[in-house]
């Protein structure tokens, strides 16, 4: 996962870990950093999913919701997944932090790739 030719020009370091250090910075930067990338958890099933599209968007999946309305691709998605055993995570990134949102395109962009089934995008688009 060398991303040389995609760097911007910064300062290198060198640091000798032993493998449980390397094992808690995981855990660590997981904890700092996990809600940041990977959101919490909104929904694991199907009733929390509609509760979810009922808080966030304010629509009705149930009774007034239909094939073209803004977020219908969204939802189906995100049932679908629901549907395979996945559960649903959502957060924000702020539009100012342009370096922190292009990192987590790539993260997503490589856990996709690496995480085959395990994980999928469903709406990553960070712009206004």
């Given at each position: 996962m060398d991303r040389k030719e995609d760097r911007a020009p910064a300062s290198r370091f060198l640091l000798a870990e032993n493998e449980e250090a390397v094992k808690r910075q995981k855990e660590l930067l997981y904890e700092v950093l996990g809600?940041?990338?990977?959101?919490?958890?909104?929904?694991?099933?199907?009733?929390e999913l509609a509760a979810f599209f009922r808080e966030q968007y304010g629509i009705d999946v149930r009774n007034d919701f239909y094939e073209g309305d803004e977020h219908y691709e969204e939802y189906r998605e995100a049932q679908?997944?629901?549907?395979?055993?996945?559960?649903?995570?959502?957060?924000?990134?702020?539009?100012?932090?342009?370096s922190l949102a292009e990192l987590a395109e790539q993260i997503w962009k490589d856990m996709e790739e690496e995480e085959g089934k395990g994980f999928r995008r469903i709406n990553t688009m960070l712009e206004e």
């Open positions: 809600s940041v990338f990977f959101g919490k958890k909104e929904a694991g099933s199907e009733e679908q997944a629901i549907a395979e055993g996945m559960s649903i995570y959502g957060g924000s990134i702020a539009f100012e932090e342009e």
